[in-house]
């Protein structure tokens, strides 16, 4: 069908068509094309679809948001966006959203209180229809501006310790603790760790459920033997030079996060020595292509993608007022998968 002149004007002024552009060649009425575009069910949908279709209409954004007072955005606020933890995570999260046609605001607060305070409040002021967030620290400021607003907000990985609103964890203290008894199995005494900061959740626990497994294996874990880190390659880079340069040096090492165990496993190449011949090693989260290593490593698998799927659902599901009630914490299982890294110490 040919082109009415009134289209061949929009497309040559290089305007955006309207609702009424379409109504109009729909031949029907305005507010009829608002309730087609609203779910509403008219009789005249088929000639409606037909003519956003040939004016490539897309309703406004903003014009919606203003009309249902939501924006249909999700703000997602992690502290490291390198990290492949996080990265699974947000593929969790999308898959719950493609189709729910919401918009997800990535935001890195870089593990900086003072950044994420910046960007929570941006967030905020952008009116998104919930949070998904893993805080900086369990001792972060982000409740005094959420609780105000109302926003239902869901955090992953982390939690604060007001403990006021929905958490989605992993067994730290569990997975940590099968480590500790893994090596104390192997026959090893001298056991290293490099953790990542007590005032997160993930390293805090790390760290307890560590201590806690050694413990029932009737061992310590020495301070010459423990190393606190940022989560960071680079620290764990740091943190296993100093390790190995104890005397005498530790014949295993437990590294509780993936970047750190990356930046670990740096230093123990750059000094010349093998794994599990001169150290067994051990990490809490997968490496990429941690497969292909030579040997394959040891290591604590917990489900980042699940992780993100549950929390978006259980978002979901506040934000359409079906899951009421006080704050869940909802923790998820993780396994030690062994690799070749780790091997009774030598003699």
């Not at 729910?100 to 952008?126: G, M, Q």
């Not at 599990?276 to 292909?292: M, N, Q, R, T, Y």
Request: with cysteine; glycine share 8%.
């Amino acid at each position: 069908m040919p082109e009415s002149i009134a289209e061949t004007d929009i497309r040559a002024a290089g305007k955006a068509p309207t609702i009424h552009d379409v109504a109009a060649k729909a031949r029907v009425s305005a507010a009829t094309v608002s309730r087609y575009l609203n779910g509403g069910r008219v009789r005249q949908g088929e000639a409606i679809a037909k003519a956003i279709e040939e004016l490539a209409f897309h309703p406004s954004a903003l014009a919606r948001s203003l009309k249902s007072g939501t924006t249909r955005a999700i703000g997602v606020v992690v502290p490291d966006i390198t990290n492949p933890y996080f990265a699974a995570v947000v593929k969790g999260i999308e898959s719950v959203t493609r189709d729910d046609d919401y918009d997800l605001l990535l935001c890195n607060t870089d593990e900086s209180v003072d950044r994420e305070r910046r960007v929570v409040a941006t967030l905020i002021a952008k009116k998104v229809d919930g949070l998904l967030m893993a805080p900086a620290t369990e001792h972060g400021e982000p409740p005094s501006y959420l609780l105000s607003t109302g926003v239902p907000t869901v955090f992953i990985d982390r939690q604060l310790a007001e403990g006021a609103f929905d958490c989605i964890l992993v067994d730290n203290l569990g997975g940590a603790a099968q480590a500790a008894a893994h090596l104390a199995a192997l026959g090893h005494r001298r056991i290293g760790m490099i953790s990542g900061s007590l005032e997160t959740t993930p390293g805090r626990e790390r760290y307890e459920g560590f201590v806690e497994g050694l413990h029932g294996a009737g061992l310590e874990l020495s301070d010459l033997y423990t190393e606190f880190s940022d989560f960071r390659a680079g620290g764990g880079y740091q943190s296993m030079l100093r390790l190995l340069a104890a005397r005498p040096q530790p014949t295993a090492v437990f590294v509780a996060n993936n970047l750190m165990a990356m930046g670990a496993l740096r230093a123990i190449h750059d000094l010349g020595l093998r794994i599990p011949e001169h150290v067994s090693f051990l990490s809490f989260d997968k490496l990429d292509l941690g497969e292909l290593l030579n040997p394959p490593l040891t290591f604590i698998d917990r489900p980042a993608e699940e992780q993100g799927i549950l929390a978006m659902r259980l978002l979901l599901s506040r934000m359409e007022r079906r899951e009421m009630g006080s704050p869940r914490t909802i923790r998820m299982e993780v396994k030690l998968i062994e690799g070749a890294s780790c091997a009774p110490p030598h003699p």
